[in-house]
């Protein structure tokens, strides 16, 4: 690469490192996460964890990848509810997940 080249190189990635460090300035954490406080949602996740494990692993596989049912990775508490009320195999599990649960476990999926 020829010096000119390179000096080209710089200068086009580095307005990019440049704004992303204004961005990280303009919005702390606090304001682009605006969770209550990220301790609780830490907390939500891992009880949703264990909710995923003990009720749909068996299904959706190691981390929601996907086994019997569909990947779930991504999903939010909404789709949990419409998924229970909706799917016939998940019909048995309708009765012994609480809404607490269905949040807990809408953290754990989304923040996979
Ligand atoms: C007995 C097997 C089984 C268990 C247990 C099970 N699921 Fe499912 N689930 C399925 C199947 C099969 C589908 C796909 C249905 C379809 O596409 O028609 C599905 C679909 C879903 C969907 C919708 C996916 C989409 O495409 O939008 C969500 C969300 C979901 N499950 C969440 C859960 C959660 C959370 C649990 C645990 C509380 C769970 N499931 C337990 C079999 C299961």
Redesign the pocket.
């Known amino acids: 690469m020829t010096t000119q080249r390179l000096a080209f190189s710089i200068a086009a990635v580095l307005p990019v490192f440049l704004a992303a460090g204004l961005t990280a300035c303009v919005y702390p954490q606090s304001l682009a996460n605006p969770s209550p406080s990220p301790s609780a949602n830490t907390a939500l996740i891992s009880q949703g964890q264990q ?2 494990v003990a ?2 692993q ?3 596989g190691t981390n929601a990848t996907g086994l ?3 990947n ?1 990775q991504g ?1 939010t508490a909404t ?2 509810t ?3 009320q909706n ?1 016939a ?2 019909s048995s ?1 309708s009765g012994t ?1 609480t809404t607490s649960d269905i949040q807990a ?1 809408g953290a754990y ?1 989304s923040s996979l």
């Open positions: 909710l995923f009720n749909c068996v299904c959706h019997i049912g569909p779930i999903k789709d949990v419409w998924a229970l799917v195999a998940m599990l997940i476990l999926l």
